[in-house]
């Protein structure tokens, strides 16, 4: 199996993914995108950042208006004065020609494809993203000397789409049916109101979906993906996405209609990532639980570990501490990994009971986790694990 290569999904506040990068090399590259705070600055950057890090385009919403998107003279609500479908058939070629010439001239390690998302995907789907966003970009790649790069289409993919057998098919072959395209920059999107992904069968049809791009040896890149980035390491991705906030970790086609910038309207509630429990945990459970045995434990001690973080308005955009805690924590979670499918799924599966090990102990010492600190995912996770391993085995 593949070492799996980290690399930082930049957004409001990049700079601690800057920092963290440079003075303590986690991360082997970035994602740079238009709604990132320094997205004035990355032509500026030097090659041996620009040769390990790539470009999202964000078309996710093509008519967006989010002042950010209106510097960028190839995204389609700009090009067009003002996105339709039908004015942008008309110049998705000149769209696609100035995107992939920014790719080339900034020498990104790949070409990336952008796609289009809708609330209520139309029947006509695979036409729209094959006329107006395959088709020009690859004739763009091919026109233009991009050395040979490897070429991403971005995909986003949805809980419904997945448990659709048929969707999911046609979708395959679109991607498989051009040699041309040879990995797929995936965005998975599924709809929860928890912060852990809690749905076995969501776990598992993106596993096999995974797994099926792999069986057509394509490069699977995993973004806008939390703590459960893990989890899909088990079908062989070859690189996955870490971000600082919420908005980094989850996709959401909101964030690109109106100016999201991460931040909360009483601010987020102070959270530390705890590696040994698979989770984010409330600073309020903090007093409860500092004193027992396991404490020093269940957070990995690396140098920015802290429960020192003031309970103050906008804390965090002054307090990088807790967000640069969880860089390095998942990062060396992800390194750690081991590089065989049998041993790799032996190493989740029994961190994952672990976890729930810890998590029965603090119970048992009267830590009553809500539902958003609590253990109740790992059983989901362990399960859908166990169920995609009897899968590969034919069991």
């Not at 238009?34 to 032509?43: C, H, L, Q, V």
């Amino acid at each position: 199996m593949n070492i799996i290569d980290v690399y930082h999904q930049c957004g409001h506040n990049d700079v601690w993914n800057f920092d963290i990068f440079n003075k303590d090399n986690v991360g082997d590259g970035f994602i740079f995108a238009p709604k990132m705070a320094k997205y004035d600055k990355i032509e500026d950057l030097g090659f041996d950042i620009k040769t390990v890090s790539f470009f999202d385009p964000q078309f996710y919403y093509p008519r967006s208006t989010v002042k950010k998107f209106s510097k960028i003279d190839f995204f389609p609500n700009v090009i067009t004065g003002g996105y339709s479908t039908t004015t942008y058939e008309e110049l998705c070629y000149e769209s696609a020609n100035k995107c992939v010439e920014f790719q080339v001239s900034q020498d990104y390690k790949f070409i990336v494809i952008p796609t289009i998302v809708y609330d209520e995907t139309p029947q006509n789907y695979m036409d729209i993203l094959r006329s107006l966003y395959i088709e020009p970009f690859l004739q763009e790649c091919l026109k233009q000397d991009f050395n040979h790069k490897k070429i991403l289409l971005s995909i986003v993919i949805k809980e419904t789409q997945l448990a659709n057998q048929d969707f999911k098919n046609e979708l395959l072959n679109l991607i498989t049916g051009y040699e041309e395209i040879q990995g797929v920059y995936l965005v998975p999107s599924i709809k929860t109101t928890s912060k852990r992904v809690k749905d076995i069968n969501y776990i598992f049809n993106l596993l096999t979906f995974i797994q099926d791009l792999k069986d057509n040896d394509m490069y699977v890149h995993l973004a806008y993906i939390d703590i459960e980035g893990l989890l899909f390491s088990m079908a062989d991705i070859d690189s996955v996405s870490i971000g600082v906030f919420e908005n980094m970790r989850k996709f959401n086609l909101e964030d690109f209609k109106e100016k999201n910038d991460g931040s909360h309207p009483n601010g987020p509630n102070r959270r530390i990532y705890s590696n040994k429990l698979f989770q984010w945990i409330d600073f309020d459970y903090i007093g409860a639980i500092e004193n027992l045995d396991i404490f020093d434990s269940l957070f990995e001690n690396n140098k920015y570990v802290s429960f020192n973080v003031p309970k103050e308005k906008n804390w965090h955009f002054r307090n990088p501490e807790l967000y640069k805690h969880y860089m390095m924590s998942i990062f060396n979670q992800y390194k750690s990994l081991p590089s065989d499918y049998e041993n790799r799924y032996n190493y989740i599966l029994n961190n994952l009971k672990e976890a729930i090990r810890l998590n029965e102990m603090l119970y048992n010492e009267g830590v009553l986790f809500n539902s958003d600190n609590n253990g109740e995912h790992l059983y989901k996770w362990a399960t859908a694990i166990n169920r995609y391993n009897k899968y590969l085995k034919g069991e």
